[in-house]
């Protein structure tokens, strides 16, 4: 007998029957036995290749450049913008953690400054607040940088696709003060 699967709608509001097929359901069934057929007969017996992994190093965005990239990266060179989208990416990824480390200090010194006594709360709430607004600085110079690095990206880059928008400074640092801890009063 087969053990019926758990069903959590109540026996008297699942429906008589199941709906048919979709389209694209027969079409998958359809194609899976045909894909088994041919399994059964043989036909992907002595296929090239067959045993070994596939080469995947084709770019499939490179469209008719594909040759001149693959001859390119056979001599060892890289394309100026290829170069510099890893350069932005690495610049992107050093100011988001920069933030995101600032954002772990603050909150951890917030908590410890909550426990402080009133005078040494005065004394300490005015660097927390400087460190906030010289993080904030920093990531808005970091983010002239970048934006500067992805104008050149985009000229340089031949696939529109591929195009990178500008950093928007003002909304990351709206969206990094919003996830501080609001620091009290002294």
Known sequence: MAEEKYN??????RPVHEEPP???KKWQDAIDERIREAQERGDFDNLRGKGKPLDLRGNPYAG?????????ANAGYVPDWIDRDK????????????????IAWHNQAVAHLEEMPP???????P??????????DRYRTRARVIN???????????????????????????????????????
Request: aromatic content about 8%.
């Open 22 to 24: 979709s389209r694209e």
């Open 64 to 72: 008719d450049w594909e040759m001149a990239y693959q001859a390119m």
């Open 8 to 13: 959590p709608i109540p026996p008297q509001y």
């Open 127 to 136: 660097s927390i607040l400087e460190a906030r607004t010289a993080t904030a």
């Open 87 to 102: 350069e932005i990416r690495q610049l992107q990824a050093e100011a988001d953690g920069a933030l995101e480390r600032h």
């Open 119 to 125: 005078p040494q709360r005065a004394q300490w709430r």
């Open 148 to 186: 500067s690095k992805i104008l050149d990206f985009n000229l340089l880059c031949p696939i529109a696709t591929l195009h990178k928008f500008s950093l928007r400074p003002d909304e990351v640092i709206a969206h990094f003060e919003a996830r501080l801890a609001p620091v009290p009063e002294a």
